[in-house]
């Protein structure tokens, strides 16, 4: 059994607090390095608290499950956002690659294109320029939606 499944089977203790001193330690020690125990511990913690408030020793259902649903809810907020972030920083890079990449190309087909006609070079800075534009303004426009969607969400629950 490993370090991180034998603390876990502590963390419901842990939020009770009836773990001994060199359980407790064990458990402080190992959640300086590890988030997923952490996050869990909290859990377990808002449940208890939510089992201490009780006005009977006899958790009534409903209770139990509204600190439950609460808990849950909590850990979907914080799983969705870091979904968000990641999609952001997805496509913030995407729109880089998408510049960097598309220029190369670009010089090449107008170059060919140049050597035909012979129109001024700015022409080319200038179509690039607005390539650019538009590529980040498609992100920003995503980047925006998305803080739309989430900010919905959030006042619906
Ligand atoms: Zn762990």
Do not use: Y
Request: with cysteine; hydrophobic share 50%; glycine share 6%.
């Amino acid at each position: 059994m490993s370090d991180h499944d034998k603390i876990r089977e502590l963390l419901p203790l842990a939020a009770a607090e009836v773990l001994d001193q060199q359980e407790e330690r064990l458990l402080a020690e190992h959640l300086r390095t590890c988030s997923v125990c952490a996050a869990q511990l909290e859990e377990w913690r808002l449940l208890a608290g939510g089992l201490r408030r009780l006005p009977t020793p006899q958790p009534r259902g409903v209770v139990v499950e509204r600190a439950r649903a609460m808990a849950q809810i909590r850990l979907t907020e914080h799983l969705e956002h870091q979904w968000n972030r990641g999609v952001m920083t997805g496509l913030i890079a995407f729109a880089w690659i998408l510049t960097l990449l598309s220029w190369p190309v670009f010089r090449f087909i107008s170059g060919g294109f140049l050597s035909m006609l012979d129109p001024q070079f700015s022409h080319t800075w200038l179509v690039f320029c607005v390539f650019t534009t538009l590529v980040w303004a498609g992100g920003g426009a995503a980047a925006i939606l998305l803080s739309m969607q989430q900010r919905r969400e959030r006042s619906l629950a």
